[in-house]
């Protein structure tokens, strides 16, 4: 079936170092969208990529959409402590109906 | 933004039981999603619920142990049947995010029923 791959699992970094998740699709995405989860919340939309080859920055955080859309990067630049939560990829596939596949999360851990 | 509830927030239940999830949007959505998220793991989708038809059901998840009711356009329903404790898990209702200038088939999801069966 169709998967998204997402590594690491889990990132424990030091705070003001960087961060980076990646996703890669078995197939081709008709985009890819990101999400955050907060310890204890629910997954809250960051942002989405359409296009090839697209990139999209939110402040620290940079999005990426690779050139044959089936795979991305999440950067963070010079983690704060309010990075911390897991950080969701999901893929749409198209076909029928279409439906998010997520990724497996990657939980990022920021230590003061 | 859509603002989206869900009852219970949390519960216990013993095995064998059922228990029924509500989600209530404060608008009027074509497209409802109910997922799982095991412990420490991603989101898995059950089904998606459009008003006025059947529940389209993922590989995996059976109506007979997962019903689902969307009677209106703005409310769900997911029952959880004859529960055993590997159905402890979180259950997410969402939409698709119609906010104006974005593009839809992304989700806003509610603050999820975490359900721990004993």
């Known amino acids: 079936g169709q998967q998204v791959m997402q590594i690491p699992q889990y990132q424990h970094v030091q705070e003001g170092e960087d961060f980076t998740t990646y996703c890669n699709s078995s197939?081709?995405?008709?985009?890819i969208q990101w999400y955050k989860q907060r310890p204890g919340g629910h997954p809250v939309f960051l942002i989405q990529l359409v296009k090839s080859g697209e990139v999209k920055k939110q402040k620290r955080l940079t999005f990426q959409f690779g050139e044959a859309k089936k795979n991305s990067s999440l950067h963070i630049t010079a983690t704060q402590t309010t990075d911390v939560g897991t950080y969701f990829c999901a893929g749409l596939v198209s076909g029928g109906y279409n439906k998010l596949i997520f990724g497996a999360g990657t939980r990022l851990a920021v230590h003061p | 933004s859509a603002v989206i509830s869900q009852k219970p927030s949390r519960d216990i239940c013993q095995r064998g039981t059922s228990l029924t999830i509500q989600c209530q949007v404060d608008?009027?959505?074509?497209?409802m999603f109910w997922y799982r998220q095991q412990p420490g793991q991603s989101l898995t989708l059950i089904a998606t619920?459009?008003?006025?038809?059947?529940?389209?059901?993922e590989s995996g998840f059976v109506i007979d142990k997962f019903p689902i009711s969307r009677p209106n356009l703005t409310f769900s329903t997911l029952t959880v049947s004859n529960m055993s404790p590997e159905d402890s898990s979180i259950y997410l209702c969402s939409v698709e995010d119609l906010t104006s200038g974005r593009r839809r088939e992304t989700q806003y999801f509610g603050p999820g029923t975490r359900l721990l069966v004993l």
């Open positions: 608008s009027q959505v074509t497209m």
């Open positions: 197939t081709t995405l008709s985009n």
């Open positions: 619920a459009n008003q006025g038809s059947e529940a389209t059901y």
